[in-house]
């Protein structure tokens, strides 16, 4: 996790601005900052550094490229190495090893079409210091943050809404969003996503990017990809095996490109284990790190044991408390931002804080697995009710093709 803030302006900004934003965000890069402004002080850039790919200065941000682009970047280029392969053949030079540095180049070859290309999880800013404009993008499912404030003469990001507060924008809440949080207990809006908890604050959406032009100041905000949700795919059940056995070894093996020590959460579900089961197949150890909740109807302990028992795997494990959270809660409201309705978020915090202290910078988790996996309990009972197509599932031998 890195931070990055920026700020665009048609009149020259203070330096110290740029600084405060990134301060404000500190805790997101222990590892080191770096802040540009152009010429005039129109286009301020800040970074605060989490060192995971190429631990040098090289890799350090912002980075410039071609004496033409500055980034500043969050996230992880899963493919990276593949993409900088292709665009040495045609031509590019690089002189570090890190993700940070193929993106620009990508981006220089392909425009806003590299998008495309990257396999990751991402948000960024590029300055095109030729064609006087900014463009910004975040990954597919919106992974990393990406926050915004703009009127007539600013347009100021960041990867956290305390960096915009830190620079006077007003911190308001937006009553909708309060209703919404209130009665449904969400604090985003669907139809919208653009829209936060906060007046005038906005996030840019999943799978978009953003561009803006210094000379009309105009940003423009465009979809680059989407999910195809009514596409159904006729496969076997033994393909479908080996194609998710493949993808899930294949995102596996690129997410444990680092430079850093790499663990694993287990939570005892099903996309936990699975990725514990497929690191011990592999003959890789890690470290794993679990949340246990003792005396409690939903406590997994079981589970986790029985996966660190059988692929002998050192687990370390922290048992949040109602106590504790009191004690942390102003913290986590802190990081937060946005009101939260569910105390997974702390358990995550307790997990995420065991692995700090256990010098374990990067973890593998299975969030969102469980929902392609069907772990949840509370999915058998639709796809039950589904009658006709839960029992041709039951009843299709593994050589026939069935509907996915």
Not at 200 to 218: G, M, V
Not at 356 to 368: A, I, M, Y
Request: neutral net charge.
């Amino acid at each position: 996790m890195c931070g990055i803030a920026g700020i665009l302006a048609k009149k020259n900004i203070a330096f110290r601005y740029i600084k405060k934003m990134t301060d404000t965000i500190a805790h997101r890069g222990p590892n080191g900052e770096g802040h540009w402004a152009n010429e005039y002080q129109t286009v301020l850039l800040g970074h605060r550094r989490l060192s995971v790919i190429d631990l040098s200065d090289n890799a350090k941000q912002p980075m410039h490229y071609l004496g033409r682009y500055t980034i500043v970047h969050n996230g992880e280029i899963y493919n990276y190495i593949e993409l900088k392969e292709y665009l040495s053949i045609k031509g590019y030079k690089f002189v570090s090893r890190s993700d940070t540095e193929v993106i620009i180049a990508a981006y220089d070859f392909w425009g806003s079409q590299c998008l495309q290309k990257f396999d990751g999880m991402f948000a960024f800013a590029i300055w095109d210091n030729k064609n006087q404009n900014l463009f910004c993008a975040r990954d597919r499912f919106g992974e990393k943050p990406f926050y915004y404030y703009e009127d007539e003469e600013h347009f100021v990001f960041a990867s956290e809404m305390k960096a915009l507060w830190a620079v006077g924008i007003e911190k308001e809440v937006n009553k909708k969003m309060l209703l919404n949080f209130l009665t449904i207990g969400q604090v985003q809006n669907p139809s919208d996503k653009e829209l936060t908890y906060y007046e005038n604050i906005y996030t840019l959406p999943p799978a978009h990017y953003l561009t803006i032009d210094l000379q009309n100041f105009n940003s423009k905000i465009k979809q680059y990809w989407r999910l195809d949700k009514e596409n159904k795919i006729t496969i076997s059940v033994d393909d479908a095996i080996e194609r998710t056995d493949e993808l899930l070894g294949s995102s596996i093996s690129k997410r444990l490109r680092s430079d850093v020590s790499v663990g694993t959460s287990l939570s005892g579900g099903l996309d936990s284990s699975t990725i514990v089961a497929y690191l011990a197949s592999n003959d890789i150890k890690l470290s794993s790190f679990s949340a246990k909740f003792p005396g409690f109807d939903k406590d997994e302990s079981s589970y986790i044991e029985l996966a660190t028992s059988k692929f002998q795997v050192q687990n370390f494990s922290v048992s949040p408390t109602a106590d504790g959270l009191i004690t942390d809660f102003e913290k986590l409201c802190y990081h937060q931002e946005e009101p939260f309705n569910s105390s997974s978020i702390y358990a995550q915090y307790k997990v995420f804080e065991l692995a700090k202290k256990n010098g374990t910078s990067v973890l593998l988790d299975g969030q969102g697995a469980d929902e392609i996996f069907a772990g949840y309990s509370k999915y058998i009972p639709g796809f039950a009710r589904s009658g006709k197509q839960a029992q041709n599932w039951r009843s299709t031998p593994r050589n026939k093709n069935v509907k996915k």
